[in-house]
């Protein structure tokens, strides 16, 4: 048995058995549906009217071809043997599971008639699912995300992460954003010249950037994740160019994104030294948290998403971008290395659950944005810019004697280098976990869940078969288990 994952406001748990996908209701605990993977039932094409077609164009059918040149072979399937997203407690469910043939058709599933409203079928293996009320948003392994209006089942974008990079980030209408992206990217991101393209038009694949994606797909996977409200933010992973080594990609870069709009918002450089692993945002899209695949310390980013509390917006209707420094706060789970499958955030973003193989899921908990947040021009860039004015000018005055000059030339340099590397040596003292819950087999693989309706509790669903809800600590400390159920 594998659980799955948790629905959007954490009142259902999707977990799978036998080739069988069950759902069920956490609070009060008990099974509302199941379904088998390979029922024929299911299917949206038994009859030849609405049979699979190519072309995608055509409206007709229920099975909806999406077309991509993709290369020959050099396809790595991921390790997970099903996909499945619930649209928080309602009926409808997307879910691609089975054979390396199925886990290319995306079933649409109305669980309560357990019929299939449609089916997509990609050239390649659905990794990821994730939707709100107004968008679905699917990711490849040939790292492509399609992007569609929830409401018709229309593909609105493709995304390639490999070849969008410098049109992504060069449509935004901020000129200070656009000079300061234009620097971070001028030699880093030269790989591939295609746009974006809809998802009815065929993404051409140049040969170079094919190459580097096959070489490098069964060392890092890509992560997407999307804000739970109507905004719709994503964030993708995306890949991460050396200046001294061309041929050296990493994916520590982040590409913020305004699935309504289509359109990027954002772009985080260098989120982590080594590959992000794992990933997710809040439900308003203003924050994202992130872990690299050493797993020692969390981060949480603003995504330069503003919180339009009032509703206000620009112009152009889209979330309004603001300037904040990208990193919000870091936190540090542990000092050996572990693997981090999951990260989430509670519904008022207070909270960070961390799930691991450490032996220990860890809570930790968020302050104030207000707090925390800093400008660009925060206290210690503007004292370091300062320095920087101070020692420009001490070198033009001319002082009284020579030696005098150069002394405070000195003092001034010793100060403003002791600021440059103390800033450049990373913090040991970073804040703990605020909660934690401690597990015996670090074998067995958890999830967990933040029920909206119930802020003070926690859930956790694992593959031995056990359903368990804790208690937060008034203050920090160990969660206390109140409840145990079974599926069965």
Same mark, same amino acid.
């Given at each position: 048995m594998k659980a799955l994952r948790f629905n959007q406001d954490a009142t259902c748990c999707v977990i799978i058995q036998d080739k069988t996908v069950s759902i069920y209701n956490c609070d009060p605990f008990g099974k509302c549906f199941n379904i088998d993977?390979? !029922? $024929?039932?299911? *299917?949206? /094409?038994?009859?030849?009217?609405?049979?699979?077609?190519? !072309? *995608?164009?055509? +409206?007709? $059918?229920?099975?909806? @071809? &999406?077309?991509?040149?993709?290369?020959?072979?050099?396809?790595?399937?991921?390790?997970?043997?099903?996909?499945?997203?619930?649209?928080? +407690?309602?009926?409808? &469910?997307?879910?691609?599971?089975?054979?390396?043939?199925?886990?290319?058709?995306?079933?649409?599933?109305?669980?309560?008639?357990? +019929? $299939?409203?449609? @089916?997509?079928?990609?050239?390649?293996?659905?990794?990821?699912?994730? #939707?709100?009320?107004?968008? #679905?948003?699917?990711?490849? +392994?040939?790292?492509?995300?399609?992007?569609?209006?929830?409401?018709? #089942?229309?593909?609105?974008?493709?995304?390639?992460?490999?070849? !969008?990079?410098?049109?992504?980030? *060069?449509?935004?209408?901020? @000129? $200070?954003?656009?000079?300061?992206?234009?620097?971070?990217?001028?030699?880093?991101?030269?790989?591939?010249?295609?746009?974006?393209?809809?998802? /009815?038009?065929s993404t051409t694949t140049n040969p170079t950037s094919r190459a580097r994606r096959n070489s490098i797909r069964s060392r890092i996977c890509p992560q997407i994740a999307l804000s739970n409200d109507d905004k719709s933010i994503l964030a993708f992973t995306t890949y991460h160019t050396s200046k001294s080594n061309p041929n050296s990609h990493s994916l520590r870069d982040i590409i913020i994104y305004d699935a309504m709009n289509v359109k990027p918002i954002n772009y985080l450089n260098n989120v982590h030294r080594g590959n992000i692993s794992c990933m997710a945002i809040n439900h308003e899209g203003t924050l994202i948290t992130t872990a690299s695949d050493k797993g020692t310390i969390i981060r949480v980013y603003n995504t330069g998403v503003n919180n339009n509390t009032n509703g206000t917006e620009n112009n152009t209707g889209s979330p309004q971008f603001y300037g904040k420094n990208p990193l919000y706060t870091e936190f540090r789970r542990g000092n050996r290395p572990c693997n981090l499958y999951q990260l989430t955030f509670n519904l008022k973003s207070t909270l960070i659950g961390c799930v691991g193989d450490s032996g220990t899921i860890h809570i930790f908990k968020l302050e104030n944005p207000d707090d925390n947040g800093k400008d660009f021009g925060s206290e210690e860039s503007s004292l370091s810019r300062q320095d920087e004015i101070a020692l420009q000018a001490n070198e033009d005055h001319s002082l009284a004697t020579s030696q005098q000059s150069n002394l405070e030339r000195s003092k001034q340099m010793a100060h403003f280098l002791s600021k440059r590397i103390k800033a450049s040596i990373p913090n040991q003292n970073l804040q703990r976990d605020y909660a934690h819950i401690n597990v015996n087999d670090t074998s067995i693989r958890y999830c967990l869940g933040f029920p909206d309706e119930f802020p003070h509790q926690v859930y956790i669903a694992g593959d031995d078969g056990k359903f368990r809800t804790f208690a937060l600590p008034k203050g920090s400390g160990k969660c206390v288990l109140t409840s145990t159920n079974t599926f069965m």
């Open positions: 993977c390979e !029922d $024929t039932k299911l *299917s949206a /094409n038994n009859s030849p009217s609405n049979s699979t077609s190519i !072309d *995608s164009n055509n +409206s007709n $059918t229920n099975t909806q @071809e &999406v077309p991509l040149d993709v290369g020959d072979g050099g396809l790595v399937p991921r390790n997970r043997d099903c996909v499945v997203e619930m649209l928080f +407690s309602t009926s409808l &469910v997307a879910m691609a599971s089975g054979t390396t043939t199925n886990r290319r058709k995306l079933k649409i599933v109305n669980t309560k008639r357990k +019929s $299939t409203i449609c @089916e997509l079928v990609f050239p390649t293996d659905v990794v990821d699912v994730v #939707m709100n009320r107004k968008r #679905m948003c699917i990711l490849l +392994s040939s790292d492509q995300i399609f992007i569609y209006d929830i409401s018709c #089942m229309k593909p609105l974008e493709t995304i390639d992460l490999w070849e !969008d990079k410098i049109k992504l980030l *060069s449509v935004h209408q901020d @000129e $200070t954003f656009i000079n300061d992206i234009n620097k971070l990217l001028k030699n880093q991101l030269q790989n591939g010249n295609n746009g974006t393209n809809s998802g /009815n038009e």
